[in-house]
């Protein structure tokens, strides 16, 4: 998947949430296991708002979208009648199909080559076929073996069972569900975006929201062409209303990039802020103060942050006050410092 592609992924709320997880879990997301629903990732549903079907499909899609890569980290079972992973897996008695079966160890009697259970040999340790005692080095273990207890056979290998526990229903391996569950971590690419910084959405609002403006919903502009132009979000509130779009890449972006993103706003006509990373070469930069554009670049998220929050204080816009008196300082200092665009520079393994 091309970078651009990536981008538009990152600009979701719900892969923002799988990022920062993984962050948080040092890079991995692995299953765990739940007796009524099976393998699932708890800590992506509670962050995207989903059940255990809704996180997997997240997952999955992120995988095929090559933003995640996986690896197998348990095979799961499920019932074919009723779907429930509740499953007791069971050995049998291929004579007469008891699962009350034990495990027995096998001696070897040296000296007249008689082998058997050990239970067999008794206590103190007697050889049954010729009743002689015995005594270190003329006996060796040999192994073990399986008896059932109801039929009292003895058992090579035992048959393999699968028991429903949710609807006592018994399977075995030829229909059994057997499916295989995935640790999901970042693609080569994904974590080089990482290492340079992801501008996402959520810290963006948190600007906003800091100074008395909300989220709308809507990012979509008819344009003076009549063309419908969208934009990456919006924010309004306190008089004013802003959109936002955001150019982030490997290389510094250039005029055409730049001419691109200035029709767009001049057909759109309005307020809109261009966040740009890792930056402008000079002629983009050039032409950008040349069309008037409000333009934050910088080489990290933070830095474009910084930038993004002086620039509206500079058009009148105030950090809201703080009505509870606990929170006073705490809101003077956020005054002095404005929030960052978390920046996911640092990659911990």
């Known amino acids: 998947m091309h970078l651009a592609q990536r981008v538009d992924y990152y600009k979701r709320p719900d892969v923002e949430a799988v990022i920062d997880i993984l962050l948080a879990k040092t890079g991995r997301l692995d299953p765990i296991f739940d007796l009524e629903q099976g393998y699932r990732y708890p800590d992506v549903e509670k962050a995207i708002g989903k059940d255990s079907y809704g996180a997997v499909e997240l997952l999955e899609e992120l995988f095929d979208a ?4 996986s690896q197998i980290f348990d095979m799961e079972i499920r019932c074919p009648d009723c779907g429930s992973p509740n499953i007791s897996t069971r ?6 199909g008891s699962f009350n079966i034990k ?23 007697i050889c049954p076929k010729c009743q002689q005692p015995l005594v270190e080095g003329n006996y060796r273990n040999a192994g073990s073996i399986y008896e059932c207890a ?8 035992p048959f393999v069972n699968h028991w429903c526990r949710a609807k006592e229903f018994k399977f075995s391996f030829e229909n059994a569900v057997y499916q295989g569950k995935f640790t999901y971590f970042p693609t080569p690419e994904t974590k080089e975006d990482i290492d340079r910084g992801i501008i996402f959405i959520s810290p963006i609002t948190l600007i906003f929201e800091s100074l008395g403006m909300g989220r709308i919903e809507n990012t979509k502009v008819m344009g003076a062409s009549g063309v419908e132009l969208t934009f990456d979000v919006g924010y309004e509130g306190n008089g004013h209303k802003y959109y936002v779009d955001i150019l982030q890449g490997k290389e510094l972006f250039g005029e055409l990039d730049i001419l691109k993103e200035y029709g767009k706003i ?10 740009v990373a890792p930056g402008m070469d000079e002629k983009a930069t050039s032409m ?4 008037k554009m409000s333009v ?10 910084v930038k993004l929050s002086d620039a509206l204080k500079g058009k009148g816009l105030v950090h809201t006050p703080v009505k509870d008196s606990s929170k006073k300082d705490e809101a003077k200092k956020n005054e002095e410092k404005a929030p960052e665009i978390k920046s996911k520079s640092r990659w911990k393994v």
């Open 296 to 305: 934050c670049d910088g080489s990290n998220p933070n830095e474009i942050g």
């Open 91 to 96: 050995y049998l008695c291929p004579v007469c």
């Open 288 to 291: 950008a103060r040349s069309y």
């Open 103 to 125: 495990k027995t160890f096998l001696m070897e009697h040296l000296d007249c080559g008689y082998m058997g259970p050990i239970v067999n040999y008794g206590d103190p340790l």
């Open 266 to 275: 001049n057909d759109a006509k309005v307020e809109a802020y261009l966040l």
């Open 66 to 69: 090559r933003i995640l890569d």
């Open 150 to 157: 109801d039929c009292k056979k003895q058992i090579d290998t």
